[in-house]
């Protein structure tokens, strides 16, 4: 089964639509609660850096007979450094965001914490994408 779901780059009222709806269809199916719960918080963290510094873009959501795997692709500006971004407290968000509660510098390290795999393929002026993985 895939789902799809567009990411806003624009309006933070509609961050969280795509990982809430997909935990929904977790729980219906009938997937561990333990799964779902990590999967929601990794998707949540990445579907947030897809708004923040993606400016929005695309996530494939698809569940397979071993796996959940998600993807997400943006069009922004890439990851400058990768290495920076994955230690903890790290980030580039504006002060604007900041403000809003977001940036705190926990969305990469939150994803690799939640998820058996995570690939992420990203240059500057390349856009990222992000491809979380959680066995089942």
Same mark, same amino acid.
Do not use: W
């Given at each position: ?21 997909? /935990?929904?269809?977790? /729980? ?109």
């Amino acid at each position: 089964m895939i789902k799809k779901y567009d990411i806003s780059g624009e309006d933070f009222s509609l961050a969280g639509e795509a990982s809430s709806n997909f /935990k929904s269809v977790l /729980k219906r199916l009938g997937i561990s609660t333990e799964i779902v719960r990590r999967v929601s918080i990794a998707m949540y963290e990445a579907e947030i850096n897809t708004i923040i510094h993606g400016g929005g873009g695309e996530c494939e959501a698809e569940i397979k007979s071993n796996a959940i795997s998600v993807t997400f692709r943006d069009n922004g500006p890439g990851i400058a450094n990768l290495e920076l971004a994955m230690q903890e407290g790290y980030s580039t968000a504006s002060e604007k965001i900041r403000e809003l509660g977001f940036g705190a510098g926990m969305g990469l390290p939150n994803i690799k914490k939640y998820t058996d795999d995570m690939l992420i393929d990203t240059a500057p002026g390349k856009g990222t994408t992000l491809t979380l993985i959680i066995n089942l």
